[in-house]
């Protein structure tokens, strides 16, 4: 971060422009990782039978990757079966605002509603 910002005071060089892609790039990197590895941990968690914790992983990735449609529909059915109303709500609506293709979203989202 420090070296972005420094990199950005500087005007628009050539080599500074080089410098925040790269910075870019490895943050991109990271940002993958880390969301694979609690997208992991949420699956483990859920086959676990711990809903609520496997919800917990499933937000974190939403918050990395708010376009997962995969990830936003396990928190849906995790929110769902830790009897977490609000949050089940929540991301099965967010299913149909995303125009998720797979009907089998409705009928769970029917019965909170």
Do not use: C, H, W
Not at 6 to 28: H, P, Y
Not at 32 to 60: C, R, W
Not at 84 to 111: F, R
Request: aromatic share 10%; proline share 4%; hydrophobic share 40%.
């Amino acid at each position: 971060m420090v070296k972005a910002v420094a990199l950005l005071g500087k005007g628009n060089e050539a080599d500074d422009l080089t410098g925040i892609t790269e910075i870019t790039d490895e943050a991109d990197q990271k940002k993958i990782i880390l969301s694979n590895q609690f997208a992991d941990k949420g699956y483990d968690e859920f086959m676990k039978k711990d809903f609520s914790t496997a919800l917990a992983s499933f937000e974190n990735v939403i918050g990395l990757n708010p376009a997962d449609t995969a990830i936003v529909y396990n928190a849906a059915i995790s929110a769902d079966r830790s009897k977490n109303t609000p949050k089940a709500k929540e991301y099965y609506g967010k299913l149909v605002d995303m125009n998720y293709s797979e009907p089998k979203i409705y009928q769970p989202y029917a019965q909170l509603l």
